[in-house]
């Protein structure tokens, strides 16, 4: 593979990805060990799977460009969840974004049908108790974990999770 990105710019260098991912065997396997997870995160924020799609694309390249020396796997997952995050809210905020019309099709994604209630609920929730939400119930962290993550104290992510279950259950009594 070759990991070249040749500018138009004179100005620019050449910018070429670090050595460990010369490997498009490496990459690939980066891939499909993280792409399940960082598409739910992803969906939850943007509803759409094209801008997903897009937001994950743009994770690999930074992994491949920008990623510091991980010491364990997790930390490198991590890192890739923070990068979608930061990604998405990124491009909730652009200014193509704003006149957006909120998520359809989200059915397709989720194979049982309370999966799919769960989901769109937990989608209209506030991105702060979105997040920890889905990175506490859907992906399996520990609050402490969390906490690293978004850069945040623990307690501040245990009273996110406490609000976000609050109004989770609000819609979930609406329904009823």
């Given at each position: 593979?070759?990991?070249?990105?040749?500018?138009?710019?004179?100005?620019?260098?050449?910018?070429?990805?670090?050595e460990?991912?010369?490997?498009?065997?490496?990459i690939?396997?980066?891939?499909?060990?993280?792409?399940?997870?960082?598409?739910?995160?992803?969906?939850?924020?943007?509803?759409?799977?094209?801008?997903?799609?897009?937001?994950?694309?743009?994770?690999?390249?930074?992994l491949c460009?920008?990623?510091?020396e991980?010491e364990?796997?997790?930390?490198?997952?991590?890192w890739?969840?923070?990068?979608?995050?930061?990604l998405?809210?990124n491009?909730?905020?652009?200014?193509?974004?704003?006149?957006?019309?909120?998520?359809?099709?989200?059915?397709?994604?989720?194979?049982?049908?309370?999966?799919?209630?769960?989901?769109s609920?937990i989608?209209r929730?506030?991105?702060?108790?979105?997040?920890?939400?889905?990175?506490?119930?859907?992906?399996g962290?520990?609050?402490?974990?969390?906490?690293?993550?978004?850069?945040?104290?623990?307690?501040?992510?245990?009273?996110r999770?406490?609000?976000g279950?609050?109004?989770?259950r609000?819609e979930?009594?609406?329904?009823?």
């Amino acid at each position: 593979m070759n990991c070249l990105i040749s500018e138009r710019s004179n100005e620019m260098e050449n910018v070429q990805c670090a050595e460990q991912w010369i490997s498009e065997e490496l990459i690939l396997e980066k891939y499909s060990l993280y792409k399940n997870i960082l598409f739910q995160i992803a969906i939850s924020y943007l509803g759409n799977k094209y801008d997903c799609e897009d937001v994950i694309q743009e994770v690999f390249i930074r992994l491949c460009y920008h990623a510091p020396e991980f010491e364990h796997d997790e930390n490198e997952k991590r890192w890739l969840i923070r990068i979608t995050i930061n990604l998405c809210k990124n491009h909730v905020k652009s200014f193509w974004n704003r006149m957006k019309v909120p998520i359809d099709g989200l059915e397709e994604y989720f194979s049982q049908d309370e999966d799919k209630e769960i989901m769109s609920d937990i989608i209209r929730l506030p991105a702060k108790y979105k997040t920890t939400i889905l990175l506490h119930y859907i992906v399996g962290y520990k609050i402490s974990e969390i906490s690293e993550i978004l850069s945040l104290t623990e307690s501040a992510v245990k009273m996110r999770l406490k609000r976000g279950r609050e109004l989770l259950r609000v819609e979930l009594e609406d329904v009823k």
